[in-house]
């Protein structure tokens, strides 16, 4: 097996090495004039399993679309030079939240993303918490493994907890079966008392609307959970509601913080008494250290990760490492 990790995802990369127990295969990336590059091995492929790590979020340095381009590439490479099988490992899968159209004459940007992949001779993608489980799942014709961060939470909401009762609640529509998704995880691995709530969002033309709220949250212990934050606009707007409804605390939970400059509200509003996001992308580090006071925490997704890798190239279970139902 080959596992390596590209230029800006080294934290990371780390991590799922240390759970796998052996460093990345060793790579080459270079820039040229004019803004071109390459990449390459600097290790034999041929006849191996290789499996690559890349972050997809855009920062400073390097867009969305330079960090997608230098992936696909590289797995190109490896296909090129013989590699058995290709696996990109894409922990916050970009264009995911274009997955259908909505307006006249829409991209559906998903499923564009995934014939680029397959067109490199990609055979399998391993993300963490889709936007749309369906529409990842749909959109590729090559194996996808999805892995969620249900469990990965568990504890911590746990100890938010400490003996009350809690409210999953949902901040739009779209996130309704992911809520009901870790509902039931914790109903199954702990004896706490779970509710559920719902609040509405529509969003046309970047006008967020949408008044609903539905569900019980007086006195309780809400979290808020989505696949990502950004901005922080539709997590502030369901913590606000949450606390006009009575709730005793209100705590965010995203797997990919992604969080651009307007987040800056989140670590300063009280209607959020913390957030938890994972480290699937280096951005979650970076808002940790422009913002030290921020009640942020980050969440390893190494050790998941790499027990999927090891999985994928052993035969071993997925569902079983997932806590899936046979």
Known sequence: MRFFVLNGAEELGASIAAALGHAP??????????????????TSVRDEDVFVLHDLVG??????????VR??????????????????????????RKDRQTK?????????????????GVDRIVTVDAHNIAAFQNAFRCET??????????????????????????????GIKRAQLLKASL??????????????????RGVVSGDLFAGSVEGTVVVIIDDMIVSGGTILRAAEACREHGAASVHAFAAHGMFDSAAVRLFSTDAID???????TAAAARAKTAFPAARLDIIG??????????????????????????
Request: net charge negative; proline share 5%; aromatic share 6%.
């Open 25 to 42: 295969a060793p790579h080459e990336e270079r820039d040229f004039e004019g803004g071109e590059h390459k990449a390459r091995p600097l």
């Open 187 to 204: 109903e199954t691995d702990t004896d706490m008392k779970i509710g559920f709530g719902l609040m509405e969002k529509r969003r046309s």
């Open 301 to 326: 997704v190494g050790d998941l990760i790499g027990q999927a890798i090891t999985r994928l190239h052993s035969g071993g279970s997925i569902a079983d490492l997932l806590g899936m139902e046979e």
């Open 71 to 96: 992936l696909l590439f590289f797995l190109a490479a490896c296909r090129d030079h013989g590699a058995a099988r290709v696996t990109a490992v894409t922990p916050c899968l970009a264009y995911g």
């Open 274 to 280: 913390s957030i938890a996001v994972t480290d699937s």
């Open 59 to 68: 920062d400073a340095r390097f867009s969305v679309n330079d960090r997608l």
């Open 104 to 120: 006249a004459r829409d991209p559906v940007t998903t499923r564009y993303v995934a014939q680029l992949f397959e067109a490199v």
């Open 145 to 174: 493994v999805h892995l969620d961060t249900r469990r990965l939470f568990t504890p911590t909401i746990r100890q938010l907890a400490n003996g009350r009762p809690v409210t999953i609640l949902s901040p739009d529509g779209g």
